[in-house]
């Protein structure tokens, strides 16, 4: 069971880095995964050399959705704007560091949906796996 | 009684493990598990006499029709049905559903008109009314629950005028598990004129079902919910209402004469399978039907009332548990919806896979119910024959277990 | 090349004796025979993994949410489509016309507009037009055949302009055999903005099928003619036509939210697979397409124009026989109608079973075609991948035994 | 095989019995089975005592149809309109002597539904079994 719920994901979980909302984000973005109910929302500060000064993420949900949020903003902090365009659903799943079902992956992914959103401004940035 | 050691043993996909633990099933009230009889008859029409049904002149598509309109009969019987003509096999609970809102509501509904459900509708029994209604013009209204998670007798009875043309209820919740007083809603409607029709999808699996005593006037129902095969369900309708609706889909075997310029209808129950039916499904139903009846539905009943209360009363020893639905085992089935303080229900039903524990997590297709609850999901273990109490007896050791684990 | 005796090995029902004679089974055209790994999956599901799938957070779902997905790549890629999401499992080929005449019909045809059949449509492709031009007011016109039983594309082209919003043609005939030239239908149609559904349900088990490289719109199909289970079938649809669409059924599974007053739709496929799916019979037909695929479908073209010109040369030694469709075997599939002068078709089917050979004998579906070959019924047999020359020898001395026993 | 086409059916088909139409029919109907395209027209003439006088039938369609009509209508001639109605679908089995499957029993009861037709002088007089 601890492959599932490994003590980083819980402490993440438990411990969430960078939750909250800014009030002065220059990217923002929130979406939800009905099937679940989870929420997220990120705000990002991106500074005039295009560098991700400050990241807050709200939301709620099972454990998985929000303790990928909380590394994602880790995972963010002090990037460009490309960098962080560039991060993938792989580098996510790495750092969570588990196998997924169909179900949960969806959860594991909806604040890199949500980031995503926030840097393109738009929804559905990144589609679903074809 | 119902001895659930003999049950499981004709359920093969009951023997085996999961991460090193014994599988524990507890997700019937989304699909069944299927007893080896209902996998063998359709093994052995695959490989004995598999044919297009009903226009055959050969052997093997005879047997095949034999097979399709017996399983029909047997469908029928089960439901006490007054002829074989009143059953129709449709895919899935939700297509009968459907298919009435076609070929009924598009019909007899207007924009004067008024159509009732009740609040814990399964979505299945709840969008095709909201689409008819906004193509219609038609009102919907729910009818509340009570404290009780019951419905709201009373609410239900000031609801009713002239104008309600429909009351589609759940015969039993598959989240709550309320069972509805069927009786009493169908004589409140009749006295209005409405029809009712019945979302029998947990509560024909599950309970004594018989339509001339429910005097419903529709009952859709799930095969695959009820031992059956996937691909399997059926509408039950009175003969009259069948035989005074235009037909649903179209094509082969449901006409009698198609010419240049249009088509004349087959009988009932033709009437509403167009195309090549789904023959396995039907004939793995009839013997699903054949193993319930063997077993005898009231068992069944009083089997999963003992699980339940068993169910009710270990489950309320969890620490932080909250548990959707009647506390009393007479006015409730055996699906149990609960969520653990603090914790979501798909962290509890992960867990719980982890342990060999399959149960269901999430809004269990019935959004609106779960807002009213004030949740965004909850986790649902739900019982069937083959289930017993050391079961959930895993299922709360389980549980206590996802709480020490994200309390550490 | 297709070794028609080892491919018999693969199918048990093959393996039986009707009346102390071996089985010829001569009706796939109706609905075919599944090779042993098609039964073994479904066996297998049911045994081992079976559960509801796409919500389920435990393994057994999981597992089966897996194995019914990749059976919709497989029939994607099968048909060569651009994306799996093209592509709506349905119980058989009319359910999935008739998904396209009530959620893009229902939304795009008006009284000024004209929908165009071919005049040897089968009811499936027929009557779900009817309808809808009967509610709207629209116009159904039959391209005609001409004396080699092909369409005739100058009355084709003729008949287009402006109006034409729909072609939905067959791929082949279930009657005549005729294979239709798809692509030049197709090119015509748009020209004059008109989309064109194709009736693969006799094309696609029979003959290498590209909807990219046809450029069709739509594309029915039934996986129980194509060695897939019965209770399975597909539509594909070009994506941007999907997603245009309304849902046609409504409740789980297809919704993304719902709340008191509505719904908003899940991603495509599932938007239009509303309730618990056909699993097993997914998992099945993605087998079956395996199995076509490991034969190539170009090899299970080959095998059947050899039958087929076998057949024809032998036929036409029957002494009174007439038969109906195109000479040229690469103008046409295996399915091949007759009759016997003076006699009924269904006498000749039914002595032919006494032999042990299946054929069908009727209006297949097909009852305008028939007025127009003046016939109220001809006899069928129709040939696939497990029939070979032998057993065409048996058809026509059980023939020729018919003749003897009505002219004593 | 000549247990389904037994000569005695082989040769009411052949050699129909009663075919044609009365000009002067006192009681006549014809339905058909658009699933064969068997068609079968019975006219009768009753006489003044209730007895039945003279019997034709008309039609086309497999050996089993044409020649059920043909036995049928000896079955009726000179009989009371009470004794035909009387006439029951296993009579017609019986005198065709043959098991027949589901779609072939509708060709051997055509004429029986046509006959109950005309002596009723309605359609649909006689059910589906149920
Ligand atoms: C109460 C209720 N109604 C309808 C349905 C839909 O059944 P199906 O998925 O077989 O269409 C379900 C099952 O999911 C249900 O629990
Ligand atoms: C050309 C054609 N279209 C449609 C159909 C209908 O297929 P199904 O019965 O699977 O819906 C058939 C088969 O009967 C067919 O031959």
């Known amino acids: 069971m601890d492959d599932l719920y490994r003590e980083i994901i819980l402490d993440h979980y438990r411990n969430p880095r960078n939750k909250g909302t800014l009030e002065d984000a220059t990217h923002t973005f929130q979406d939800d995964n009905p099937l679940c109910g989870d929420r997220i929302r990120m705000d990002l500060k991106v500074n005039g050399t295009g560098v991700i000064e400050q990241v807050r993420f709200d939301g709620e949900g099972c454990a998985i959705s929000q303790a990928s949020a909380s590394m994602l903003t880790e995972m963010v902090l002090g990037k460009s704007l490309e960098e962080a365009k560039a991060i993938s659903k792989q580098d996510i799943l790495d750092a969570l560091g588990i196998q997924l079902g169909p179900v949960r992956i969806k959860c594991a992914l909806l604040s890199l949906k949500v980031l995503k959103g926030a840097l393109y401004g738009l929804s559905g940035a990144i589609d679903e796996e074809e | 009684m119902l001895d659930s050691d003999v049950v499981r043993q004709d359920f093969p996909i009951l023997h085996q493990s999961i991460n090193g633990k014994p599988l524990v099933y507890l997700d019937s009230a989304a699909s069944s598990q299927k007893p080896l009889v209902v996998i063998q008859a359709m093994d052995e029409y695959y490989r004995a006499y598999h044919a297009n049904v009903h226009r055959g002149i050969y052997q093997l598509s005879e047997k095949a029709t034999e097979a399709y309109e017996a399983a029909r009969r047997k469908v029928a019987r089960f439901i006490n049905a007054r002829s074989w003509r009143e059953i129709i096999f449709t895919r899935n609970a939700t297509e009968a559903i459907n298919l009435v809102a076609y070929a009924w509501g598009r019909h007899n509904i207007t924009a004067r008109d008024k159509i009732l459900v009740t609040e814990m509708e399964h979505h299945a029994n709840l969008v095709p009314w909201q689409q008819l209604a906004a193509e219609t013009g038609a009102q919907l209204a729910y009818i509340p629950l009570d404290e009780n998670f019951c419905c709201d007798m009373a609410a239900y009875e000031a609801m009713l005028d002239a104008h309600v043309k429909l009351v589609a209820i759940t015969q039993m919740s598959n989240v709550l598990g309320t069972i509805v007083p069927v009786r009493e809603f169908v004589a409140r409607a009749h006295a209005v004129g409405a029809l009712v029709l019945l979302d029998g999808a947990q509560g024909v699996p599950h309970l004594p079902t018989d339509v001339q005593s429910l005097d419903v006037d529709f009952l859709a129902a799930s095969g695959h ?89 270990q489950l309320s020893q969890v620490e932080g548990i909250r548990i959707y639905g009647p506390q009393q085992v007479e006015r409730r089935g055996g699906a149990i919806a609960f969520n653990l303080d603090g914790l979501h229900a798909h962290d509890v039903a992960a867990i719980l896979d982890r342990e060999g524990i399959a149960i269901r997590a999430g809004h269990h297709c019935a959004m609106p119910l779960h807002q009213k609850l004030g949740v965004v999901a909850t986790a649902r273990a739900s019982f069937y024959v083959y289930n017993e109490p050391a079961e959930i007896d895993r299922l709360v050791e389980a549980l206590d277990m996802v709480r020490r684990l994200f309390e550490r």
Do not use: C
């Open chain 2, 225 to 313: 919910k009820m031992l059956g095969p996937t691909g399997s369900g059926f509408l039950y309708g009175k003969r009259h209402l069948l035989e005074e609706m235009p037909p649903f889909l179209t094509g082969g075997e449901m006409i009698r004469r198609v010419t240049w310029t249009g088509a004349e209808w087959n009988d009932l129950p033709h009437k509403f399978e167009a195309g090549t039916p789904a023959i396995a499904e039907a004939i793995g139903l009839g013997v699903a039907v054949d193993y319930l009846s063997r077993l005898g539905m009231e068992n069944v009943r009083q089997h999963e009332v003992n699980l339940t209360r068993y169910a009710l009363e």
